[in-house]
């Protein structure tokens, strides 16, 4: 089951011009949280952009609305000027929020004295509200400490992604402090170790290795996961075709833009020359060692929904043969085929057709022996791979065709089938009659 309090385990940061008012409300919030052993920085000033850094290590944030009070003096000056100041705040906070959820996913909570739909409706014309990844709530409403984690709960409930990252943080947390503790048991000097041993096999490439070993070394001390179904058990909104092909595209394709592009060759490397995909399947090693490296790549083109087919076919209950992928033949038509050489022809040719097509089933793609299919990568729905022929390109002429990087197990994979393709041993093949002697 779902702990919140271990769940939000780590550095708090409040964000409220009455934070010192032992009377005021977020007070006593800022008293719960303590008394669960959460520590919590204060500040009575407005979240600025350029705290946005500094924050991105906090468990969760806490935000007041209004900090019009504090900017203003005078009982006169509240009169006269309340809305342009209160609504230059508001911008700002906003702005804030805004770019902090662009760059981190560290929930967000506002407990405020004001309406929460006001709120609501601010954010979303704001620009920042589309994933619900800010908790809002009236202070009076989290009073206890009973109601305050009820609320948190219910609210993780409809936020499985933000569940998720605080369930992994709190995991790969204790794991990493286990895996570094472990390294230093066995050397205090661990780093310079492995940082000399790595630059001296490679030209250069180096610092990605250095950085490869270190999450090896994670995810072999990664705790048994354990996540609350009832969680993924919500219901949501019907996710888009889109949607999921962009999740599962994150999970195996690292994207390229002019940013993110990096300055040395890597294994999986994905060139796009026209219509035309290159894939590099050379070993990283290789690629580092190497110091003007040339990429050995395979040649691919993205797989047309006419290439593709759903396996298998039956009959309903009106007698019709139904394909997989919808295409389908009336009743009529196939009792017919005995009389009927136009239907039977046209049975036929749809039959020959449908063998030429690279069929789907259980989640996976029937490849050919000489072929390989990647779903969901490039913004492609798949594509496929030819192993019969490699193509060599050099780094410096065509790094920047490259589109993206295959990630493993699937580039591993892909290189795995490759070298079993190119050392296979040709033996005869078996006639068709000496299995099917009856036909």
């Known amino acids: 089951m779902m702990n919140v309090r271990e769940l939000f385990q780590g550095i708090a940061v409040i964000f409220d011009d009455e934070i010192d008012d032992d009377q005021s409300k977020i007070f006593k919030i800022k008293q719960l949280f303590e008394e669960q052993n959460i520590p919590v920085a204060t500040s009575k000033e407005q979240p600025s952009k350029e705290m946005i850094p500094s924050l991105q290590n906090a468990a969760f944030i806490i935000v007041d609305w209004n900090f019009t009070d504090k900017k203003l003096g005078s009982v006169e000056e509240r009169i006269l000027v309340p809305d342009t100041l209160r609504d230059e705040s508001e911008k700002e906070l906003i702005e804030f929020i805004k770019d902090f959820l662009q760059c981190s996913l560290v929930p967000i909570f506002i407990f405020t004295a004001l309406k929460e739909d006001g709120i609501r409706s601010k954010l979303r ?27 948190m709960e219910s609210w993780l409930l409809t936020m ?56 090896r070394s994670l995810s072999n001390c990664v705790d048994t996961y354990y996540f609350d179904e009832t969680v993924f058990d919500t219901k949501l909104e019907e996710i888009s075709i889109e949607e999921a092909r962009k999740v599962l595209e994150g999970e195996r394709f690292f994207s390229y833009d002019e940013h993110t592009k ?37 040649k691919g083109e993205k797989l047309k929904e006419k290439d593709m087919a759903i396996s298998g076919m039956e009959f309903n209950e009106n007698g019709d043969l139904v394909f997989g992928d919808g295409e389908q033949f009336s009743f009529s038509i196939i009792t017919g085929i005995d009389k009927n050489l ?98």
Request: charge should be positive; proline fraction near 5%.
């Open 262 to 298: 990096p300055q040395q060759a890597y294994t999986g490397d994905l060139i796009k020359e026209g219509a035309r995909y290159y894939l590099n399947i050379r070993a990283q090693c290789d690629l580092s060692r190497d110091g003007a490296p040339c990429y050995y790549c395979l």
């Open 160 to 215: 499985p992604s933000v569940y998720v990252l605080k369930e992994w943080e709190r995991i790969t947390l204790r794991s990493k402090n286990k895996m570094l503790l472990r390294l230093y048991q066995y050397s205090p000097v661990w780093a310079k170790i492995v940082w000399d041993m790595i630059k001296a096999d490679s030209e250069h490439g180096y610092q990605h290795e250095f950085g490869e070993f270190l999450t």
């Open 125 to 151: 014309n704001g620009g920042c509200l589309e994933d619900s990844r800010v908790f809002i709530k009236n202070k009076e409403d989290v009073d206890t400490e009973e109601h305050l984690f009820n609320e």
């Open 342 to 439: 136009d239907n039977r022809t046209q049975i036929n040719a749809a039959l020959k057709k449908r063998d030429r097509k690279i069929f789907f089933r259980h989640g996976t793609f029937l490849e050919r022996a000489d072929h390989i299919i990647i779903p969901c990568i490039a913004e492609e729905v798949a594509i496929e791979f030819k192993l019969k022929d490699i193509e060599i390109k050099e780094f410096q002429k065509d790094k920047d065709k490259r589109v993206g990087r295959l990630l493993p197990p699937y580039i591993t994979r892909i290189q795995q089938k490759w070298a079993h393709y190119v050392v296979r041993t040709g033996v005869l093949p078996v006639p068709e009659n000496v299995v099917f002697p009856n036909k």
